[in-house]
């Protein structure tokens, strides 16, 4: 019964999410938002509506370990899972606002992040400053995608079917049944997924977090592995990137910021996520620089790399939870051997590429 009401709890959320994202999508629409706005806000913080629900719900549990953790290992799985898949598929192209504007400003996040989860704990002033972060960059977008060239306002026109100037009005009144039934399906569906994944996580003897940084953090971002994988396959491989990297800046600011003064007592964060996890976070932050600035596209083999790390962070996740006796030797081997490799590998490529570009 547990994973039934796992599986069932996750479909809720997914359909809820898609729900929530259509119906406000055509209400804004409506009242004749452009499509580009809609994308970079209605949209992007939409897929991260699973997010936002299974941490609010956890939260107010009690379970503050499962809150933090579906937000870090979101983010963590958003990159290195989402992406890496994507550009197994097509190679991604790296729009250049990104490379120049979210990037520096989901690391910014992230050390201030840091800043602020040095005691361990994310409290109401805290997340009251995430919150004005959240409400300062949404602005931001709106007011930067009004001088926006009619190319790019064209090509979200296209993506969100909007672009024929003739055709009728959306209903009001059944998109808002839409965003109404969506926010039930996310609230039910939250109760019976945190429910589960605490039931799991006493049964395989592993704690809140990490099955929050595994299990939840993965199905909570399926509206993010659709958009993207559908994204990648229809060719729109910037709008791919610019999901991933927009829904961790939402994570961010929006969940954890929400979350945080939703939980009676504040967020209380594990030792192990302030000292491991988010390093990792940061470093796969950090990551997206040199292959993105590489050519401007993350290329099949960085998707395998990508990938490839992700599971090797799952491992190792498993093998600290049981304190596997295999641990010091998988360790070792990755921090020796395999890291070394992989950063020396990208040096060659950059310098490989800078080369044929100056050429």
């Not at 629900?53 to 899972?81: P, R, Y």
């Not at 090509?155 to 969100?160: D, G, H, L, N, R």
């Not at 988010?278 to 997206?288: D, E, T």
Request: proline share 4%.
């Amino acid at each position: 019964m547990t994973i039934l009401y796992f599986i069932a709890g996750l479909i809720l959320l997914v359909v809820g999410a898609n729900l929530l994202i259509r119906g406000s999508s055509q209400i804004a629409s409506f009242f004749g938002i452009p499509p580009l706005i809609i994308g970079l806000t209605v949209v992007a913080f939409g897929t991260s509506a699973p997010e936002l629900a299974v941490s609010a719900k956890a939260a107010l549990s009690g379970s503050t370990d499962l809150a933090v953790g579906n937000v870090v290992g979101s983010n963590i799985f958003n990159i290195l899972f989402i992406l890496g898949i994507s550009a197994l598929i097509s190679p991604l192209v790296v729009h250049y606002q990104i490379i120049r504007q979210e990037i520096p400003i989901l690391i910014g996040l992230n050390a201030l992040l840091f800043a602020l989860l040095l005691d361990q704990k994310l409290g109401m002033h805290e997340s009251l400053l995430l919150i004005s972060l959240l409400i300062t960059y949404t602005i931001f977008l709106i007011i930067q995608s009004k001088k926006e060239p009619s190319q790019t306002q064209d090509s979200y026109a296209k993506e969100f079917d909007m672009q024929d100037k003739v055709k009728p009005r959306p209903n009001i009144w059944i998109n808002l049944l839409f965003v109404l039934i969506g926010l039930f399906l996310l609230v039910l569906g939250s109760d019976w997924f945190v429910g589960a994944a605490i039931s799991i996580a006493k049964t395989i003897g592993v704690s809140d977090a990490v099955i929050g940084l595994t299990i939840v953090a993965a199905g909570t971002s399926m509206p993010e592995v659709a958009t993207s994988v559908i994204a990648a396959l229809k060719g729109e491989r910037d709008i791919a990137v610019g999901n991933v990297i927009g829904s961790n800046i939402f994570n961010i600011i929006g969940c954890l910021g929400i979350t945080g003064i939703l939980a009676p007592s504040g967020i209380l964060v594990p030792p192990s996520v302030v000292h491991f996890d988010l390093w990792v976070m940061f470093a796969v932050s950090l990551a997206c620089i040199p292959i993105f600035l590489s050519g401007r596209e993350i290329a099949r083999w960085e998707g395998g790399l990508f990938v490839f790390y992700y599971l090797a962070y799952v491992t190792y996740l498993i093998l600290a939870s049981k304190d596997h006796e295999a641990l010091p030797i998988y360790s070792a081997t990755m921090l020796s051997f395999v890291l070394p490799l992989t950063i020396v590998t990208l040096m060659v490529m950059m310098l490989g590429r800078s080369t044929k570009n100056g050429a």
